[in-house]
């Protein structure tokens, strides 16, 4: 069984900064990938980006440039950091950490852009 948690969402204005976390503890092999995913109100869950065991990472195409992950080895844990943010980047933001077969979600952590 794997726990995953997320935590440093929160309120930021227009154009600035914030960097939320994902730790994974439990049963984890050394082969895995941990992806954020994130649905705003009234619209389906999109993928943001993710990064592999290798430290492989990648981000959706529209927020290449903004957002960016991270990870600090040997203790599970992933960064999205989001730069200039938008009021449509307003959701919460899921952890999804997949070691196949089998994923694992976080109860999600919640970002506002609001002025």
């Known amino acids: 069984q794997v726990q995953v948690v997320e935590s440093g969402g929160g309120r930021v204005q227009p154009g600035g900064s914030l960097i939320v976390s994902c730790a994974a503890s439990g049963s984890i092999s050394s082969r895995y990938e941990i992806e954020w995913f994130r649905q705003a109100p009234g619209k389906k869950r999109e993928w943001v980006g993710g990064i592999g065991s290798g430290g492989i990472t990648d981000v959706e195409n529209a927020m290449k440039g903004r957002f960016t992950i991270s990870r600090v080895i040997g203790n599970n844990t992933v960064f999205l950091k989001m730069d200039n943010l938008k009021p449509d980047d307003t959701a919460v933001y899921y952890c999804?950490?997949?070691?196949?077969?089998?994923?694992?979600w976080g109860q999600g952590t919640q970002v506002t852009v609001s002025s």
């Open positions: 999804r950490f997949v070691v196949a077969p089998n994923d694992y």
